[in-house]
């Protein structure tokens, strides 16, 4: 994987993340099978600096609040059970709330973006510009 903007390390936390948060197993695909990760690379990549920084930052912010919420260890580090208790726990702090909510919203806009999940889970993205543009051209609009 190629990626522009991300480090490896980065890619993996948010990898991490993004798999903590859509817990896709067993019905779907894990995020590794997906373009979740190089979605957010290109996306970053687009983005004014700042935000770049701020991503990367929450990014390793992650990664280490388990230790702040008695986790025992780095986010990556942990069994999946006891990442999505960390993040729970995270979730409910007023000081982190609105950061988890921030990132869970990237990792699901990432996961559910991929075309394949997309198709997956009944969403047929062609197929609806494709009813649109016959709609459009049925009642006469550009």
Known sequence: MRLA???PREASIFACVCDT???PRPVLP????????????RWLARAP???RVGLRALLYAAELAPRLVGGGGRLR????????DA??????????????????????????????IMNRVGYDADANVERG???????GRP
């Open 5 to 7: 903007t991300l480090t």
């Open 30 to 41: 894990p995020v590794q099978e997906t373009d979740a990760v190089e979605f957010v690379d």
């Open 49 to 51: 600096r700042l935000n």
């Open 133 to 139: 543009r016959r709609l459009r051209a049925a009642e």
């Open 87 to 116: 993040l729970a726990r995270l979730e409910r702090s007023p000081r982190a709330r609105e950061l988890v909510t921030l990132l869970s919203g990237i990792a699901l806009l990432a996961y559910y973006g991929d075309e394949a």
């Open 21 to 23: 948060v859509v817990a």
């Open 77 to 84: 580090e942990l069994p999946a059970s006891r990442r999505a």
